[in-house]
């Protein structure tokens, strides 16, 4: 088992014929991916990396039964090609494009649940599930297939996490971003909750940054839901109030959503907050060697 | 993206909005004249960013002309926070029986529109919000139905006694949406909206925000941009595709993803070293990118040593590697530079690097400790 994503699933790319959806397409069909289509409109009967190109999300649903999609399209159209996605009945969709404008989003959001489906994203690196399926553009070779679940506001972060737990001689059952934007489709409750309930995952670690208060909610699910251990690491310490840090989210605004406060719910929930992202993978083996 | 109040007050009057009669000008002569229209007194308020511009003596009433005309000359040019005042907005003096707060924004964690309403408006309401928070009143705008009737309706009773008032703030309700949704703010708010004497609604101030992301919806909204208000290298790097902000240390940081460099400037703190600044080159691998990166954060005399942290998905580390060489070669490097790359090619990377006799670390905690100990050298020896 893992989450979201396994040998079962069946990948539509949107802007197959793009620059990065075509290296992607052909980095996840190296890894093993099951990418069955790839969308352009215009571009219908074409072809790219062996992969048979459609106009519509639709035709291309109907033909390969496909049950999730990556959307690769340029930022203004990216909005319009989730609502594509999710009327085609595609139910897990991940959108890679960083700063689609926040009300949009607010729509898009609202959409997806309306119809029962998961978006990731976006300004999210995607998912993978080592061993099995990637649906992202994260390195697949620092990966390796285990029990450990990563979940994640940021990109690049999350890899650095990922290779220190690789490190240390253990592996991951999924590795997720929910990306770094002000408003994303799914937060951390959503995934900590799949990972509680996914057998394979043992243990979870967890990455926030300041703004928001998304981490002080995950800590209180930890808190009242969670069985499983949790590690944590939240970025951001030392950024100054009132400047945004790269992501939409990662903002200190009148006092609020600052690292303290998110380390101190974290700490009060259990969650074990360490003070650098290279230990995670010392932290959990420590952690195994003492408790099993 | 921040506009100025007179921009802001623009906008509102284009939906119909009550505003007071104002002119907005850098010449104290037509403040003195502009008295002849806009009545017996004026507020004189100068046009800057920053909050907090009346406790610092930027707001005046002037009673007449030559109050007025003097009034502004002591505003304009003063500085606020930093900034230099270039214009002020004349206002006619309105007068109030009580001051209102109404504010539209997005709630990340229900990923829904909330508009807010209190009776306790002014300049304090920000500790309004973080003390006595009952005394707002908020509505959360599903936006799959919009704006519906009754909870304008809700507003309204939440703020008013008076019948005809709760009439009457129905509509300007409605329109401050429509300002929010039609131009992608991120926050449209009014503050004060007050009460005159003789029972009307008029907004004294507002306040608008436009979301960063939505610009590109938006071409007109560059042309309300005031460059004087922004950072300079800030907004250079913007236009490099870079992510920067100046902070006050010595160790330059370059670093690919946003979620990363903030890790790396905690890493360096938890070190005991200082960092420079933030700067993310972004999911890109074009060497351009790091040369605009170099510039910038050499411009920055306290410098004592570059940290360059990568890890490679969509960025490669070759074209990171060719990239710092192009680098060094264009432009003069005056400090050591301390390399950290991994991921997608860093094998190639660190070939490269090699053949140059450059130092490449592959663990982001060693690379960091050197860089702490090389912005440290001369401390020592002094």
Known sequence: MSILIDNNTKLIVQGITGRDGSFHTKAMLEYGTNVVAGVTPGKGGQSVHGIKVFNTVKDAVKETEANCSIIYVPLLFAADAIYEAIDAGIKLIICIAEGIPVLDMVEVTRYAEINNVRLIGGNCPGIISPGKCKVGIMPGKIHKQGSIGVVSRSGTLTYEVVQSITSAGYGQSTVLGIGGDAISGTGFIDILELFESDPETEAVAIIGEIGGDAEEQAGLFVKNKMTKPVFGFIAGKSAPPGKRMGHAGAIISSGKGTAESKITAWEEAGIKVLDRPDVFGEEISKYFKYNK | MKIHEYQA??????????????????????????????????????????????????????????????????????????????????????????????????????????????????????????????????????????????????????????????????????????????????????????????????????????????????????????????????????????????????????????????????????????????????????????????????????????????????????????????????????????????????????????????????????????????????????
Do not use: W
């Open chain 2, 9 to 382: 007050k623009e906008l509102l009057e284009k939906y119909g909005l009550p505003t007071p009669k104002s002119v907005v000008t850098s010449d104290p002569v037509k403040v003195k004249n502009s008295m002849s229209e806009l009545g017996t007194a004026v507020v004189i308020k100068a046009q800057v960013h920053v909050g907090g511009r009346g406790k610092a003596g930027g707001v005046k009433i002037a009673k007449t002309p030559d109050e007025a005309f003097k009034a502004a000359q002591e505003i304009l040019g003063m500085n606020i926070k930093g900034i230099t005042v270039k214009k002020v907005l004349v206002a006619e003096a309105v007068d109030i029986k009580q001051e209102l707060y109404i504010g539209i924004t997005v709630d990340r964690s229900s990923k829904k529109i909330v508009f807010m309403a209190s009776r306790a408006g002014g300049v304090d309401i920000e500790e309004v919000a973080a003390n006595t928070p009952e005394k707002i009143e908020k509505i959360y705008i599903d936006p799959a139905l919009g704006f519906k009737g009754y909870q304008a309706r809700q507003l309204a009773f939440s703020l008013f006694d008076d019948s005809k008032l709760i009439k009457s703030s129905i509509s300007i309700f409605t329109k401050l949406y429509n300002v929010f949704i039609d131009n992608d703010c991120s926050i449209a708010e009014i503050n004060p909206l007050v009460i005159t004497n003789n029972n009307e609604l008029v907004a004294i101030d507002s306040k608008i925000n436009f979301d960063d992301n939505a610009l590109l919806k938006h071409p007109g909204f560059e042309e309300l941009r005031d460059m004087d208000e922004e950072d300079a290298d800030e907004l250079h790097a913007k236009a490099s595709g870079l992510s920067f902000i100046k902070l006050d240390g010595d160790i330059g940081c370059i670093v690919n993803g946003a979620g990363l460099a903030m890790a790396t400037l905690d890493t360096i703190k938890l070190f005991n070293g200082n960092p420079a600044n933030f700067l993310d080159v972004g999911g890109s691998s074009n060497p351009e990118k790091i040369i605009d990166a170099f510039n910038l954060i050499l411009k920055d005399k306290k410098i004592k040593v570059v940290l360059i942290n990568i890890f490679g998905g969509i960025t490669r580390c070759d074209d990171i590697a060719n990239g710092l060489l192009i680098a060094k070669d264009r432009i003069n490097i005056p400090v050591p530079i301390i390399i950290r790359l991994t991921g997608t090619n860093s094998e190639e990377a660190h070939k490269i690097l090699k053949a140059e006799n450059i130092s490449v670390y592959t663990n982001m905690d060693e690379a960091i400790k050197k860089a702490v100990a090389v912005s440290h050298e001369g401390e020592i020896s002094q």
